[in-house]
């Protein structure tokens, strides 16, 4: 099946500084999704991305759509201490119908 | 808008008991429902998955089933738990044409 490596895997960054983490795939994806999770919370929708090459923004955070359709880049401007959380991105392949292979996420750690 | 509910939101008991997670969705009919587990500081892993009343499908063997006795219901369950299904079980939904997923709050599971 498909696999998703995300890198990196962890970053401890000053607030007010930008971050950036990217997701690879294995085999193409026709959409890409990324999620934030809070501490001890369910993961939430951040960004749907549909088309190669597609770059969306919500609020501070922008996410591109890689034209190989097998990447995708999450970027976060003026970090501050509540984006802290593990962000996952998330594709269903081609062939995977419904169901969504996950990444092993990026935990953004965010000092004051 | 849709509503995802998940209870108990936190859960403590002994090996070999039983068990029996809840998950409802308000808002929406005829969805995509999903049951993950999250080990501590790890990724989501799928367990199962349902596109209507009654219809199950497994992605991990293991001592846990599932069901969906009505279409906005979904029970993970156990006869005999293990310390290993210690752990946080988050259910999701999607409408049933797209690929976004959107997840409870989840529950944590301690297997003492």
């Known amino acids: 099946g498909q696999q998703l490596n995300q890198s990196p895997q962890s970053m401890f960054i000053q607030e007010g500084e930008d971050v950036s983490m990217n997701c690879t795939s294995s085999s193409i994806f026709n959409t890409w999704l990324w999620y934030k999770q809070d501490p001890g919370e369910g993961p939430v929708l951040l960004i749907a991305?549909?088309?190669?090459?597609e770059l969306t923004s919500n609020g501070r955070l922008t996410a591109q759509f890689g034209i190989t359709r097998k990447d995708s880049f999450l970027n976060i401007s003026a970090s501050i201490p509540s984006d802290v959380g593990i962000y996952f991105c998330a594709g269903p392949g081609v062939n995977a119908g419904n169901m969504l292979t996950f990444g092993g996420g990026t935990r953004l750690m965010v000092k004051p | 808008s849709q509503t995802i509910h998940q209870w108990p939101a936190t859960l403590v008991q002994p090996v070999g008991s039983p068990l029996s997670l809840e998950c409802t969705v308000e808002?929406?009919?005829?969805?995509?429902l999903y049951w993950y587990r999250q080990a501590a500081g790890r990724g989501l892993q799928l367990l199962f998955y349902?596109?209507?009343?009654?219809?199950i499908s497994s992605e991990v063997p293991q001592n846990l089933s599932a069901s969906r006795p009505q279409d906005r219901q979904f029970i993970l369950s156990s006869k005999k738990l293990l310390l290993s299904d210690s752990g946080f079980y988050l259910c999701?939904?999607?409408?049933?044409?797209?690929?976004?997923?959107?997840f409870g709050p989840g529950t944590r599971l301690t297997v003492t």
């Open positions: 999701a939904w999607s409408p049933g044409t797209f690929y976004e997923q959107y």
């Open positions: 991305l549909y088309k190669a090459g």
């Open positions: 349902s596109v209507g009343i009654g219809q």
């Open positions: 808002g929406t009919s005829n969805p995509n």
